[in-house]
C-alpha cells in the first residue's frame, strides 16, 4: 500500500481542541487508517466527563504493531491542539520529544519552539470552502509530519466516512492536509 | 433531567456486530448520552487490528459516577449483538448476571435463557424505513433496558449527531427502541 513503513511498540496521539470541532470522529478517522487500512493494531479512546467538562476536547489513538495493553494515551508522542485551552491543558502529558501541533490562528501561545504551527481551521474555511473539514484537514496533517500512515490510508478512511454529497470536499480537505504536514515535515514553508 | 438516577461504581457495556452496522458511531452516542447529557463519567472505546478484523466489530463503554483508571472493558456488565459472530466471539466476556441483548432475527444460537432477545434491525427496517438506523434502535433500547440514562438524554444525542435532514427518521428510532427496551425490561411482549 505504501513504501514508507514504520514499526512501532506504541505511539500514542492525542487530537485535542473544543466540542464541536469534530475531533471524536477524527480520532474515529484516524484509528480505522491506521487499523483497517494499515493493518496495525489500534484503540481509539475518548472520555467524557469532569475532565472533558473542563471545556477541552480530546480524542486518544493508540497506535502498535503489537498488542495493545493499557488503551489510554498516558505519554504522548503527538499532540494536536486546535485551541489554546487543549494546548494550555494537555502540553504537559507531551513526553520529552513528542510532536506539537498546533492551529496557528487558534494557538498564539506556543509552549515550545519547536512545534508545527499550521492553519488547519482557514485552510478549512478558505480552500475547502468550509470550517467543519478543519478536523479531515488536521488528522491528514498528522499523517503527513509522521508518515504515520499512507495518503491512501488516511483518503480511503476519510471518504468511508464522508456523507453522501460531501465526498469531494472530504477529499480536498485531506490532500491539503496531508501534503501541508508532508511538507512542514520536510522544512518547506508552506 | 429524570427521576430514574443510578450510581454506579463501574458499569461496562459492549456494542457488538459486523462492520459497518454503525456500532462505533453507536458508542460515541451512547457515551455522549452519559458523559454530556447525564453527566456520569464515561469513556469509549474501539480497537482496530486482529481482533477486529476477526469479522466481530465491537464499541465499548465504561461508565462510572467515579474516576475510570482503566478504561478498557474486560468484565462486561451489558452485552449487545447484532450478529450470531459478535455472540460467539464475546458471550465469554459477559459477567455472571450480566445482561444479553441479541437481535432476534442475527442471533439465533442464544447462549443464555435470560436474553433480550429484540427485533433491531426489523424495527429499523420497517417502522423507521432504512436499517441504517438499527444503530440508533439497538442503543436506545439499551438505554431503555437498564434505566442507565433517560429518553431525553439518549434523544438529545442522537439528534445531536444526526446529519441535517435525517433527525424525524432519527427521533423515531430512538423512541422505538427506547420504548421497545423499556418494555422488554418490565416482561412485556412487544
Redesign the interface.
Known amino acids: 500500500m505504501t513504501e514508507k513503513k514504520q514499526t512501532f511498540d506504541r505511539y500514542e496521539i492525542r487530537l485535542s481542541g473544543s466540542g464541536g470541532q469534530g475531533l471524536?470522529?477524527g480520532g474515529?478517522i484516524l484509528?480505522?487508517a491506521?487499523?483497517?487500512y494499515e493493518?496495525?493494531?489500534?484503540?481509539?479512546?475518548?472520555?467524557?466527563?469532569?475532565e472533558?467538562r473542563g471545556g477541552a476536547s480530546r480524542s486518544d489513538v493508540v497506535v502498535s504493531d503489537g498488542e495493545?495493553y493499557?488503551?489510554?494515551a498516558t505519554e504522548l508522542d503527538l499532540l494536536l491542539c486546535l485551541t489554546q485551552e487543549s494546548c494550555d491543558q494537555y502540553y504537559p502529558s507531551l513526553k520529552e520529544g513528542g510532536l506539537l501541533v498546533v492551529d496557528s490562528d487558534k494557538v498564539r501561545q506556543v509552549p515550545s519552539p519547536k512545534a508545527f504551527s499550521l492553519p488547519f481551521i482557514r485552510i478549512a474555511r478558505e480552500k475547502v470552502g468550509t470550517p467543519v473539514v478543519a478536523n479531515v484537514v488536521s488528522i491528514s496533517a498528522v499523517a503527513g509530519i509522521t508518515g504515520i500512515c499512507s495518503k491512501d490510508s488516511i483518503l480511503k478512511a476519510v471518504l468511508a466516512r464522508a456523507?453522501r454529497g460531501t465526498e469531494e470536499k472530504n477529499r480536498l480537505a485531506c490532500e491539503l492536509g496531508y501534503e501541508m504536514g508532508a511538507a512542514a515535515e520536510r522544512g518547506v514553508h508552506v
Open positions: 471524536v470522529l474515529v484509528a480505522e491506521l487499523g483497517v493493518g496495525k493494531n489500534v484503540t481509539q479512546t475518548q472520555s467524557y466527563g469532569p472533558a495493545i493499557y488503551p489510554k456523507p
